[in-house]
């Protein structure tokens, strides 16, 4: 018995190992199962990035179907996928909402000043494209702590109740957006047509 346990422990052990990382290397890690998926968006209240005296929360989401783009400045593949979501906001009308967070903002001490940052997101925004409806501005970065961000950009598709329904992490561009965003987008927006015809 003892022998059993001294080479049958170790065997198992190295068994789930290797289960453990043979699915991981042919998993996709933009489809791990989110912790806020299905639910609704948390509870927060921040400021417009561009005009600070007016607050957001998570009412402005409800009634329509909302793409919520975590980014920042500091984030290149941020910018290489503002020409398409700007394609998609001007010539499809997807509503998108940036949550922007910046690496080098300390509200505590001003390691760099709100106008500069302001100036960075015009800056960046004027070259590459404008989707966006209006900038959260994620301060504190709390917001994106309670959505489970990693990094950016990640996205979140909310639809008209306020109601998390995806989490995709890295950029979109046009085979994403066919093949996953886009027809989870159209459903959530069929919903809200036809909860909008039975009123």
């Known amino acids: 018995m003892k022998k059993i346990m001294l080479f049958g422990v170790p065997l198992l052990a190295f068994v789930v190992l290797v289960v453990f990382l043979f699915s991981g290397l042919f998993s996709d890690p933009r489809e791990l199962d989110s912790q806020v998926k299905g639910k609704p968006m948390p509870a927060f209240s921040l ?71 302001q100036q960075e997101v015009e800056e960046i925004t004027n070259r590459f494209g404008n989707p966006y409806q209006f900038h959260i501005f994620d301060v504190y970065r709390d917001t994106a702590l309670d959505l489970g961000v990693t990094g950016a950009p990640e996205h979140f598709l909310i639809d008209h109740n306020g109601v998390i329904r995806m989490h995709h992490i890295g950029d979109i561009n046009e085979r994403v957006w066919n093949n996953k965003v886009g027809p989870l987008y159209a459903q959530l927006k069929q919903a809200l047509a036809q909860e909008h015809a039975t009123e």
């Open 47 to 117: 400021p417009d990035l561009m005009s600070p005296d007016k607050t957001y929360t998570p009412q402005v989401f409800k009634g329509k179907v909302t793409l919520l783009n975590v980014w920042g400045v500091w984030c290149v593949t941020c910018a290489v996928e503002l020409p398409y979501l700007t394609e998609l906001s001007e010539q499809e009308g997807i509503s998108i909402v940036g949550l922007y967070f910046d690496q080098d903002l300390d509200p505590e001490f001003g390691t760099k000043t709100l106008n500069r940052v």
